[in-house]
């Protein structure tokens, strides 16, 4: 993998055709690579290629293709036939986080790639130092978090196993920059990366607090989107505390560090649910609950806001780089 390259001819794989998955295939088409979609699963190929025109209607409506969604297609093989990864630089594995599954589609990614190929993850939980040592040639293999969705955010955290070759970290945080993303780069294998345990410890003091019976859920919601939610998009968490002033930041945390949750179980709200197995807008239980109609229209809202976020986020670039 070459530290530059021509997109229009660097071939992507990306083992795994469900929602995440798709929405990575569009981002890498958007950015001018061709692109090899593998099934691992017969069944994965069932509404894949429908989402995936879907999305990239979405991307075209956002302005961001410079060819129509045509173009964009034709460069895309959707196929179960590992072996059509065999002139792909890099390879995004996109399955369950399931070590088992995982492994297997790791061996067949490198039975049927050059031995230069990267290998990446898409992961939000499992460490990398674990899931490489399930990889031939563990050196080549690094975790690359996208969020949802993949085309129209520009996070994307990339993270560095302890077997993972400090150049290959490199190359892949400069090709993720010509995918228009910010990437964040973690050293240094950390369970859970950066984005899940800073997300992790909020979901267990709001659970706590509404647990508690201190405030309801809808409250809680407001209260993160109309204060953290007004300024996010500007500015992170270290730059914010800068702009507050640090002079009172030593007596806060004094005080409310002691105060703060620190359960090692799962939220009793969130086991009631995994019992009636609520999968939120995905079949309309949830912690709160929705028609089908209600479901649609949040989804379609959320198109529509990541649109204006993600061209937001360009007017204001960072001060200091």
């Given at each position: 993998?070459?530290?530059?390259?021509?997109?229009?001819?660097?071939?992507?794989?990306v083992?795994?055709?469900?929602?995440?998955?798709?929405?990575?295939?569009?981002?890498?088409?958007?950015?001018?690579?061709?692109?090899?979609?593998?099934?691992?699963?017969?069944?994965?190929?069932?509404?894949?290629?429908?989402?995936?025109?879907?999305?990239?209607?979405?991307a075209?409506?956002?302005?961001?293709?410079?060819?129509?969604?045509?173009?964009?297609?034709?460069?895309?093989?959707?196929?179960?036939?590992?072996?059509?990864?065999?002139?792909?630089?890099?390879?995004?594995?996109?399955?369950?986080?399931?070590?088992?599954?995982?492994?297997?589609?790791?061996?067949?990614?490198?039975?049927?790639?050059?031995?230069?190929?990267?290998?990446?993850?898409?992961?939000?939980?499992?460490?990398?130092?674990?899931?490489?040592?399930?990889?031939?040639?563990?050196?080549?293999?690094?975790?690359?978090?996208?969020?949802e969705?993949?085309?129209?955010?520009?996070?994307?955290?990339?993270?560095k196993?302890?077997?993972?070759?400090?150049?290959?970290?490199?190359?892949?945080?400069s090709?993720?920059?010509?995918?228009?993303?910010?990437?964040?780069y973690?050293?240094?294998d950390?369970?859970?990366?950066?984005?899940?345990?800073?997300?992790?410890?909020?979901?267990?003091?709001?659970?706590?607090?509404?647990?508690?019976?201190?405030?309801?859920?809808?409250?809680?919601?407001?209260?993160?989107?109309?204060?953290?939610?007004s300024?996010?998009?500007?500015?992170?968490?270290?730059?914010?505390?800068?702009?507050?002033?640090?002079?009172?930041?030593?007596?806060?945390?004094?005080?409310?560090?002691?105060?703060?949750?620190?359960?090692?179980?799962?939220?009793?709200?969130?086991?009631?649910?995994?019992?009636?197995?609520?999968?939120?807008?995905?079949?309309?239980?949830?912690?709160y609950?929705?028609?089908?109609e209600?479901?649609?229209?949040?989804?379609?809202?959320?198109?529509?806001?990541?649109?204006?976020?993600?061209?937001?986020?360009?007017?204001?670039?960072?001060?200091?780089?």
């Amino acid at each position: 993998m070459n530290g530059k390259n021509n997109s229009s001819t660097f071939e992507i794989g990306v083992v795994g055709l469900g929602l995440m998955g798709t929405s990575i295939i569009v981002s890498l088409l958007v950015s001018g690579h061709p692109v090899i979609g593998i099934a691992p699963l017969p069944s994965d190929m069932d509404g894949a290629l429908d989402r995936i025109q879907s999305q990239m209607n979405h991307a075209d409506e956002a302005g961001l293709l410079s060819e129509n969604v045509d173009y964009y297609l034709k460069r895309l093989h959707l196929t179960e036939d590992y072996s059509k990864l065999k002139s792909c630089s890099l390879v995004q594995e996109c399955v369950t986080e399931v070590i088992e599954i995982k492994t297997e589609v790791y061996l067949k990614i490198s039975q049927n790639t050059e031995s230069t190929a990267v290998i990446a993850t898409n992961t939000s939980a499992i460490p990398i130092s674990v899931l490489q040592e399930n990889v031939n040639l563990p050196s080549r293999f690094i975790g690359i978090h996208w969020a949802e969705p993949a085309y129209m955010t520009r996070f994307l955290e990339v993270t560095k196993g302890a077997l993972t070759d400090e150049k290959i970290a490199n190359r892949v945080l400069s090709l993720a920059r010509t995918w228009n993303k910010e990437p964040t780069y973690l050293k240094k294998d950390l369970r859970g990366f950066v984005t899940n345990r800073m997300l992790y410890a909020v979901y267990r003091e709001m659970f706590a607090i509404l647990e508690n019976g201190e405030a309801s859920m809808d409250d809680l919601d407001k209260a993160f989107r109309y204060d953290p939610g007004s300024w996010m998009t500007y500015m992170g968490l270290f730059k914010r505390m800068d702009q507050l002033g640090l002079s009172d930041f030593k007596e806060i945390f004094e005080n409310i560090f002691p105060q703060l949750d620190n359960s090692q179980t799962v939220p009793t709200t969130m086991q009631a649910i995994v019992k009636v197995q609520g999968k939120g807008i995905n079949n309309g239980k949830g912690l709160y609950n929705y028609t089908k109609e209600e479901a649609i229209k949040w989804e379609e809202a959320f198109k529509d806001f990541n649109h204006e976020i993600f061209h937001l986020a360009a007017q204001y670039p960072e001060i200091n780089t």
